[in-house]
């Protein structure tokens, strides 16, 4: 069973930046495709960015494209979300997701494993 653990959130001023880290164990890491999801109260769970198992390729949602920034360490089993020029939408829960074989990366439903979340909170 692979276990995904976020840790990194916080409470940070517009403008700031966070960097977001899920450590994960328990599976082949460096097989799986890796995103981050974030959900805003009284939202659906939405599409942040994703990296391949090799980090080859990376995808952003549109929103965050420019200011956020995913990277992976296969060696440490670590995922990282570097998030700068914060804005307060961009308060949400932040989900470490683990993907082992789906051809698509932008649902939830593609992804086989969920760590717990980390609060991101930006302050206006």
């Known amino acids: 069973q692979v276990q995904l653990v976020e840790s990194g959130g916080g409470l940070v001023q517009a403008g700031g930046s966070l960097r977001l880290s899920c450590a994960a164990s328990?599976?082949?890491?460096?097989?799986?495709?890796m995103g981050w999801f974030r959900q805003a109260p009284g939202k659906e769970r939405e599409f942040v960015l994703a990296i391949t198992w090799n980090g080859d390729r990376t995808y952003y949602a549109d929103s965050v494209k420019g200011r956020f920034t995913i990277s992976r360490d296969n060696a440490k089993n670590m995922v990282y979300l570097q998030m700068n020029s914060l804005k307060p939408e961009d308060t949400a829960v932040y989900y470490c997701?683990?993907?082992?074989?789906?051809?698509?990366?932008?649902?939830?439903?593609?992804?086989?494993?969920w760590g717990q979340g980390t609060q991101v909170t930006v302050s206006s």
């Open positions: 997701a683990a993907d082992r074989h789906s051809t698509t990366y932008w649902r939830p439903s593609d992804y086989d494993y």
């Open positions: 328990g599976g082949a890491f460096s097989t799986y495709t």
